[in-house]
């Protein structure tokens, strides 16, 4: 089946701005998010992007999509201890309406 | 809005018992599904109900079973506990049709943390 993959960490310190990267397999899809998870919560919807878009910017956030290389990355500029949680990417494609969701990667953030 | 609530929050049962947990969406979102998250396999998705018909189904045994109803509210039924049935338990609501960023846009409840002993 289709498949969505990210790393499991990401360490970084207060201030810097964090990368996480997610590769997915499924070439028709059509919509791609991002979740926050924060301990002992819900998934929070963060932020989409389209997949005829390179790129989205929402405050902090930046999302870049190389739809070529089938590769989503969220971009967090300044981040703060409060952005440590668990970062979902999830796409959406085909008449299935359930999006396939990667592992998470932690970012854990060092004052 | 009101977003997704989820009830209860917390659970302790014992082995071989039996569990219901409830799931209320979003006003107007047809679509509710499961999914259960553990620190070993993440998350898993257990099943999805639109209209009142499940929809689509994960990898789970029979064990694990839901229901919708016309209010668009669900159910999920987990029978004959067994200690790796602990987990943390998550429903999410969509709109479940269409062809917009919300067709798969779901929106997540609080979970219901199920503790088997």
């Known amino acids: 089946g289709e498949d969505v993959e990210q790393s499991l960490f990401l360490s970084v310190r207060e201030g810097d701005s964090s990368v996480i990267n997610c590769t997915y397999t499924?070439?028709?899809?059509?919509?791609l998010y991002w979740y926050k998870q924060e301990p002992g919560a819900g998934l929070q919807l963060l932020t989409y992007i389209f997949s005829n878009m390179d790129m989205k910017q929402d405050q902090r956030l930046t999302v870049l999509l190389n739809k070529k290389d089938k590769h989503l990355s969220l971009r967090i500029a300044d981040t703060q201890t409060g952005d440590s949680a668990i970062y979902f990417c999830?796409?959406?494609?085909?008449?299935?309406?359930?999006?396939?969701f990667g592992r998470g990667t932690s970012l854990i953030v060092h004052p | 809005k009101a977003g997704v609530t989820q009830t209860p929050r917390y659970l302790i049962k014992t082995r071989g018992q039996q569990v219901t947990l409830s799931c209320s969406p979003i006003?107007?979102?047809?679509?509710v599904s499961w999914y259960q998250q553990t620190p070993g396999q993440g998350l898993q998705f257990l099943f999805e109900y639109f209209s009142e018909t499940q929809r689509n189904k994960g990898n789970f045994p029979g064990r694990f079973s839901g229901r919708q109803f016309s209010n668009s509210r669900s159910e999920m039924n987990v029978s004959t506990l067994e200690l790796g049935d602990s987990a943390l338990y998550l429903c999410?609501?969509?709109?479940?049709?269409?062809?917009?960023?919300?067709?798969?846009?779901?929106?997540f409840g609080p979970g219901t943390r199920l503790t088997v002993t």
């Open positions: 999830a796409e959406g494609s085909g008449g299935s309406y359930i999006p396939t």
């Open positions: 006003s107007g979102h047809r679509s």
């Open positions: 999410a609501s969509s709109l479940g049709q269409g062809e917009g960023k919300g067709t798969y846009e779901q929106y």
């Open positions: 499924d070439s028709s899809s059509t919509y």
